[in-house]
């Protein structure tokens, strides 16, 4: 199985800064299928980006998606009240699908 | 648009089981796959397995593989995640969640069951 490393585990930053999340992948991640999903206590996860790089849709060009093979980060340009949430990567190329263990972006 | 809507809170005994049904509608429901993930209090997402409405072809996690059955109802839209022999750590929301049509990709989530398992 892939396992999926993301860092940090807590980012702490204020509004209008820019956030650098990491998620690392213990082997190459078929075709870049790897997506990042928010998640606000007590709510679902919410799709933010597919193909490693692809915005879903409705999600704002403040977040975007790089990375290939192993190495994968999901930038915030510039973080807005309502960004304060958990990050999660995951793998959907290979079975079973897996994810990252979660970073959590809070105000500072 | 898509909408999965899942059945309500469940609490159990250890050793019992449980069902949670998930109906959706927006889509046609027999092209896309239906995956199920839970996630314990606190703690991050993991996925138990799916079942692809196409070809009735089902997956599990080795996590659940002799514990979790994935159906479907295509008459009635609705997806079914069964879990058998419960234990205390198998207190979770549990998702069902369609994916892309394309790939595995989990694009739309129900709105979670919470399972409590306590004696």
């Known amino acids: 199985e892939i396992v999926l490393t993301q860092s940090p585990g807590t980012l702490s930053l204020s509004p209008g800064e820019r956030a650098t999340l990491s998620c690392r992948a213990s082997q190459s991640v078929s075709s870049s299928y790897l997506a990042w999903y928010q998640q606000k206590p007590g709510q679902a996860p919410r799709l933010l980006i597919y193909d490693a790089s692809s915005r879903a849709t409705g999600i704002p060009d403040r977040f975007s998606g790089s990375g290939s093979g192993t190495d994968f980060t999901l930038t915030i340009s510039r973080l807005e009240p309502e960004d304060f949430a958990v990050y999660y990567c995951?793998?959907?190329?290979?079975?079973?699908?897996?994810f990252g263990q979660g970073t959590k972006v809070e105000i500072k | 648009q898509v909408q999965l809507v899942q059945s309500g809170a469940e609490v159990k005994k250890p050793g019992a089981s449980v069902k949670v049904s998930c109906k959706a509608s927006g889509y046609s429901f027999t092209k896309y796959a239906m995956h199920w993930v839970r996630q314990a209090p606190g703690q991050g997402l993991e996925w138990m397995g799916w079942?692809?409405?196409?070809?009735?072809?089902?997956k599990y996690s080795q996590n659940f593989q002799d514990r979790v059955t994935i159906s479907m109802d295509t008459s009635a839209s609705t997806a079914y995640m069964e879990l058998s022999s419960l234990r205390f750590e198998d207190t979770a929301v549990y998702y069902c969640v369609r994916d892309s049509g394309r790939d595995w990709l989990l694009e739309y989530w129900g709105q979670g069951t919470l399972v409590t398992v306590s004696s």
């Open positions: 079942f692809n409405a196409d070809n009735h072809n089902t």
């Open positions: 995951h793998q959907y190329g290979t079975s079973p699908l897996t």
